[in-house]
């Protein structure tokens, strides 16, 4: 992004980079016991919390140690797996280890590339690893554009969150997932953020929560969006958008006012950019 604003002091980059490192300490969480080691298809890839463990127990093709879950353990990619994985999520969901059910598909991942599909809402309680993408928008003024969550969403409601933030659906491309976001969530056109910085990844999360546990990759791209353009949510999922400046975003972060991912994502913006001060 072109600078747009004076540089922060010195004294400023130094808080800026203690608040970062702030907040990846909240980031990088171990999980908690007893957890155990999620296998699909032989294939290390979560973390499952012991709600589930129970519920999952009585399913034929789930065998569960003291240290490990295996799903379908001779498994491989395929209809079956992902039909597995589907009876998997719905089990979860009538024993009520699941926070909502979004009928949205998420890939499910392992270091050696991604296995099958699975239902959003049970990515939490089996840990597996998902994909969020952000656009961190400026005005030409060099202030940020923000969004505060709808009291209705599941997570963190009411509190404030980049511009655009949302996860990446099965199949789909990064880049085609932000745009997506972008057009739901701010009522942007791909014309509207067509001089965006190419999506970089600024760290994987590693989170204990309610519902289970965080592994999440953040990805982020910035913009400046043009004056005339105001950003308004089409999917009902935000309840104000506004432009505040640098300073009081810092002060916003500190005061705990942003979801975690929006707060790492911003201040790692600004750390990258030099610091910025409106």
């Avoid at 290390?44 to 379908?72: F, H, Y």
């Avoid at 392992?110 to 296995?115: E, K």
């Avoid at 929006?262 to 910025?276: C, F, P, Q, T, Y």
Wanted: charged fraction near 25%; hydrophobic fraction near 40%.
């Amino acid at each position: 992004m072109s600078e747009i604003s004076p540089a922060f002091s010195t004294n400023a980059r130094a808080d800026l980079a203690g608040c970062y490192a702030r907040l990846n300490v909240r980031a990088q969480q171990r999980p908690i016991e007893p957890a155990r080691r999620v296998r699909i298809a032989g294939q290390e890839c979560g973390w499952v919390t012991q709600a589930a463990c129970d519920a999952l127990r009585q399913l034929p093709a789930v065998s569960l140690s003291r240290d490990t879950l295996d799903i379908m353990p001779e498994g491989r990619p395929s209809a079956a797996l992902d039909a597995c994985l589907a009876d998997v999520a719905q089990t979860l969901r009538e024993a009520e280890c699941l926070r909502g059910w979004r009928n949205e598909l998420l890939d499910v991942s392992t270091s050696g590339g991604v296995i099958g599909r699975i239902e959003r809402a049970a990515c939490r309680p089996l840990g597996l690893r998902t994909r969020a993408v952000h656009l961190n928008a400026w005005t030409p003024a060099g202030e940020l554009w923000i969004a505060r969550r709808a009291m209705s969403k599941s997570t963190d409601p009411g509190m404030w969150d980049t511009l655009v933030g949302g996860l990446v659906g099965a199949g789909e491309d990064p880049d085609l997932a932000l745009v997506r976001e972008c057009a739901e969530e701010a009522g942007l056109s791909p014309a509207d953020i067509e001089h965006r910085s190419p999506l970089r990844t600024i760290l994987r999360m590693h989170r204990q929560l309610p519902e289970g546990y965080q592994v999440e990759d953040l990805l982020v791209a910035d913009c400046v969006l043009a004056e005339h353009i105001t950003p308004r949510n089409c999917d009902g999922e935000v309840s104000e958008i506004k432009a505040v400046t640098m300073n009081e975003a810092v002060a916003m972060i500190d005061a705990g006012s942003f979801t975690l991912e929006a707060a790492l994502v911003v201040v790692e913006d600004m750390m990258r950019a030099g610091g910025r001060a409106s």
